[in-house]
């Protein structure tokens, strides 16, 4: 944490709600800045060095009634910032201040509601209730029951005769439900109104962040080398941009070329970030290496496992002969790092697992820069814009580290790498073709590991069959397969068969996740 915060902040108190993180998107769209803390780690001295502009409580699980309860310290109350109290947050809030808070007798409320106004008219509440009662999302199973000193009610629902209530002259603001989610329509509206009464301006946008990323990484590593592995997917490309924009020549990437990547991928790598960036890169091509030690297997763990380890391999290969590297960049997000609160034994942390230079920072004695650990992807996807990557670059596809190699299930040939690359271009030239890319959260083909039977021309063929897969996802936790037209399904078909000798069959997945995965492996 900075000791001269470069920008009105928004401390997020989390007690563990399922839905603290949407808080933080509501606010980072507002152009606020603010970090999520778990409640077990914000005490006085944590809240003096973070000098907040305005507190929300989060929601969570736990009831204010229990013996062991989760709070915030006092100081939060009497900090003279206003303070939005949400679900739990209001419960515990009401409490701490003198209200009182019940069992729920029968009133429960989980879903949607409606609430009405009630009292005189609220800065919090400006654009509401324009049409009528307003549908908010309710979830809770305690309710306030009597108002702290100072506090009237300003919003009512049948389960929740205290849904909206505040103390404007302190500006302490609480509500029963939460405003954070998509399904209370004007709850972006209500955080909008909070934390313009708190003072804020704006002011965390896309361009004073890339100022401040680069004055902060420029700091960080003074004069020493920094190392980049680069993939081409959207989060090493940013991160290697700015790097590059903060510390020039300071910088060097890394860019692995295992074999198993798509038409054309490692050329426009190159292109992009030697010749029109003019990064330092060590384009290293170790296809080879990498397909000759995959020979012979099928097992998808196995394969995975193996491209993993010869990354490493050569990811330090190369990147021990950058003379005075101290330094390790890695695209880590803010999702990666928001301490999770865990009622059990204290904040736990969740790590991405999918880091393909996971563990290589000790080994090689590197410390970490990881300048885009504050941000939300989308958040990411707009530095890339700011920073001029094109649109190839930001929108892309995710695609898996092993690359082509968990698309070809079964044993992994040279000939059908090459089959499946060609099938694959046709594929998403299609999706673009139609407009369709950018609906789409990923999209590839898999080559499959059986022969069947056709007939082309006079001729009988004999060929592999290929699976087209397209899913929508928000997280790629999920994911639905897209709705194809027939249309589209069989002009595609058509061209990829008419195309790309060696297929003679196309067909189209459409298992969700769960129970499939995205990946055929
Ligand atoms: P699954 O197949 O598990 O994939 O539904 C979910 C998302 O993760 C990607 N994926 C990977 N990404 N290394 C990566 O960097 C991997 O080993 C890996 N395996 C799956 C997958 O493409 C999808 O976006």
Request: charged share 25%; hydrophobic share 35%; glycine share 8%.
């Given at each position: 944490m900075n000791s001269t915060p470069p920008h009105d902040r928004l401390l997020i108190i989390d007690f563990g709600s399922q839905v603290t993180q949407l808080i933080a998107r509501r606010l980072r769209e507002l152009n606020v800045y603010c970090e999520i803390h778990p409640f077990q780690k914000v005490d006085d001295a944590f809240l003096a060095r973070f000098a907040p502009r305005a507190i929300i409580l989060s929601g969570g699980p736990?009831?204010?009634?229990?013996?062991?309860a989760p709070r915030p310290p006092e100081s939060v109350l009497a900090a003279g910032v206003p303070v939005l109290g949400i679900c739990y947050g209001q419960q515990v809030m009401m409490q701490m201040l003198g209200g009182r808070v019940e069992r729920h007798g029968g009133n429960a409320e989980f879903g949607r509601a409606f609430v009405e106004p009630a009292g005189a008219p609220l800065d919090l509440l400006k654009g509401w209730f324009e049409d009528g009662p307003e549908q908010v999302w309710m979830s809770h199973g305690d309710h306030v029951a009597a108002l702290a000193p100072g506090f009237e009610v300003f919003g009512t629902s049948p389960g929740a005769p205290f849904a909206i209530t505040a103390d404007p002259a302190r500006h302490f603001y609480a509500v029963q439900?939460?405003?954070?989610?998509?399904?209370?329509?004007?709850g972006a509206r209500l955080l909008g109104n909070f934390v313009k009464l708190a003072g804020f301006?704006?002011?965390?946008?896309m361009g004073a962040y890339r100022q401040e990323a680069i004055r902060r990484i420029r700091e960080q590593v003074g004069e020493a080398h920094v190392i980049c592995g680069l993939s081409g997917g959207v989060d090493s490309s940013v991160t290697a941009v700015l790097l590059h924009e903060a510390i020039g020549d300071q910088l060097t990437c890394v860019f692995v070329d295992h074999g198993l990547l798509r038409q054309g991928e490692a050329e426009e790598v190159v292109s992009m970030f030697r010749d029109h960036y003019n990064i330092r890169l060590?384009?290293?091509?170790?296809s080879e290496r990498f397909l000759t030690a995959l020979e012979g297997t099928s097992d998808p763990e196995t394969k995975r496992k193996t491209i993993g380890r010869l990354f490493i391999d050569v990811f330090q290969h190369y990147a021990g002969r950058i003379e005075g590297a101290e330094f390790l960049a890695q695209g880590t997000l803010y999702p990666d790092v928001i301490e999770s609160v865990s009622f059990s034994g204290g904040p736990s942390v969740t790590i991405k697992?999918?880091?393909?230079?996971?563990?290589l920072p000790e080994k090689m004695g590197l410390k970490l820069v990881e300048p885009?650990?504050?941000?939300?992807k989308d958040e990411v996807r707009a530095l890339g814009r700011e920073l001029g990557l094109p649109a190839s670059f930001i929108g892309r596809h995710p695609f898996p580290g092993p690359g082509l190699a968990i698309r070809c299930p079964g044993e992994i040939t040279r000939e059908k790498l090459d089959i499946l690359r060609k099938a694959d271009a046709i594929y998403i030239d299609q999706i673009r073709k139609h407009g369709l890319y950018d609906e789409i959260w990923q999209a590839f083909a898999a080559i499959l590991p059986v022969r069947t039977v056709g007939v082309m021309g006079d001729g009988r063929t004999y060929d592999y069959a290929l699976a087209l897969r397209a899913v929508t996802s928000v997280d790629g936790m999920t994911a639905d397969y897209y709705p194809f037209s027939h249309e589209f399904l069989s002009e595609t078909a058509t061209r990829i068969i008419n195309e790309v000798a060696g297929i003679n069959r196309v067909t189209y997945d459409i298992t969700s996740k769960p129970p499939g995965t995205i990946e055929w492996e």
């Open positions: 736990a009831s204010v009634l229990d013996e062991d439900f939460h405003p954070e989610v998509h399904h209370t329509p004007r301006t704006g002011d965390w946008t060590i384009a290293a091509d170790e697992s999918h880091h393909n230079v996971g563990g885009l650990r504050e941000l939300f």
